[in-house]
């Protein structure tokens, strides 16, 4: 049996947990995930054996020969010092941590392998899996970028869309504002531990989006920002959403890795055209040029996503054999 946590690790709702036992051993499996060497390998290995089986495994040192060369001995004796406090951080700053055997979970394949998500704010659970737009983009953004942005995820916020963004400068808090300006739940999804704000500049931002939203981390509490972390949480990004729309991005933009990670998961990726002298626009015409979808208002971007739903559709009923 895996040790629990006291206090245990909060639950997506209030009262008995029966699933504490595999919430702890998926907060001690977060922080072994926490670094990106050997995270497909644990991944993997999680998934073939089980989180409570693999967490409990680990835990008593008995380490697979796949992942030998990434997870130490101290690494483990690390992650179980600090999910054993982790109940402790979540409680102080009203996170949860959802899990995929809840049933909260959200139900896309895309985010298969992703051993949890802690999350705060007052909005429903059912966000996650609702329809969605992840609106991506400069973090200097221009006035006419932050403009477009705020306009995109208003008009989709209006359309029963969730407004999925990042809480960074530029584009991304533009989108969410947008969004509150709608008066419509947004999520916020953070490259650093669910009880920090960052930047420190948006913790009033990010307080309103949890006020009538979500944030959503995959990073174990406490946990600093960081060039990799942002990568992860590109990740979870790209897969809340049913598509991703890059606003405005540099040619070498954080946006166009969030763009890759929706294309490698079979998400629809848009992008919104800029000035052709405009140096920040360059990443966004990029993906035009390479296939992406060129929107420039929401009713572009519902439009676009019922064709790509139609297509899906119609490839699917293709290659499904005639009964005889």
């Known amino acids: 049996m895996f040790p629990h946590t006291r206090p245990s690790i909060p639950a997506p709702t209030p009262g008995p947990d029966p699933l504490a036992e595999h919430r702890v051993a998926r907060a001690f499996l977060l922080r072994l995930a926490d670094q990106p060497s050997g995270r497909p390998a644990l ?74 998500l802690w999350v705060r704010g007052h909005a429903g659970l059912e966000i996650l899996s609702g329809a969605s737009i992840t609106l991506a983009g400069s ?53 650093c531990g669910i009880d920090r704000a960052y930047p420190a500049a948006h913790e009033n931002l990010l307080d309103r989006i949890a006020h009538t939203g979500l944030l959503v981390s995959a990073q174990p509490p406490g946990s600093t920002p960081s060039r990799l972390r942002a990568l992860a949480r590109n990740r979870v990004l790209a897969t809340l959403g049913d598509a991703t729309v890059v606003v405005e991005a540099a040619a070498r933009s954080g946006a166009l890795h969030v763009a890759a990670a929706a294309h490698e998961c079979g998400r629809p990726v848009m992008a919104v055209p800029g000035p052709v002298t405009s140096a920040i626009s360059m990443g966004a015409h990029q993906l035009i040029r390479q296939g992406a979808t060129l929107v420039t208002s929401g009713a572009d971007v519902l439009d676009a996503l019922e064709r790509a739903a139609g297509t899906s559709a119609v490839s699917g009923s293709s290659q499904t054999p005639d009964t005889p």
């Open 43 to 116: 991944e993997q290995f999680i998934l073939s054996a089980g989180a409570l089986a693999a967490a409990e495994q680990l835990h008593r040192g008995d380490v697979p020969e796949s992942l030998t060369a990434h997870v130490s001995t101290a690494r483990v004796q690390a992650a179980a010092a600090g999910a054993a406090v982790d109940g402790e951080t979540a409680a102080r700053c009203g996170a949860r941590l959802l899990i995929p055997e809840d049933a909260q979970w959200p139900g896309t394949a895309a985010l298969t392998g992703t051993v949890g």
């Open 139 to 191: 973090r200097a953004a221009s006035g006419y970028g932050t403009h477009v942005a705020a306009d995109l995820a208003g008009d989709l916020a209006r359309g029963g869309h969730t407004v999925v963004a990042g809480g960074g400068f530029g584009i991304e808090a533009a989108a969410s504002r947008g969004a509150l300006a709608a008066h419509a739940p947004t999520v916020a999804v953070l490259g």
